[in-house]
């Protein structure tokens, strides 16, 4: 089975009321985080949760330390791209 997350939130006075990404362990997952979390620390972790599965295309029961630590590393290395761009920053 191939699984392709897919954010949906559920509002309730324009506010989430419950976040899946259509898989019934990461959705749990970002249930439990809602209900000990604030709603920002749960929206990012159900976004960046979208952003994984979305480039490791994997079951979440089958994802490994190495998948992990592989995708972590290819963003460092695109955010280190950016930075090397012609824009200059700021000094600190």
Known sequence: MTWTPSLTQHLLAGQPETITLGHPLVDDYVAFVGARARRNTWLATAYDLKVFFSQVPKEPTRV??????SFIKAQRHHVTEARSCDWKQPPL
């Not at 490994?64 to 630590?69: G, I, K, M, P």
């Open 64 to 69: 490994t330390t190495a998948d992990v630590f």
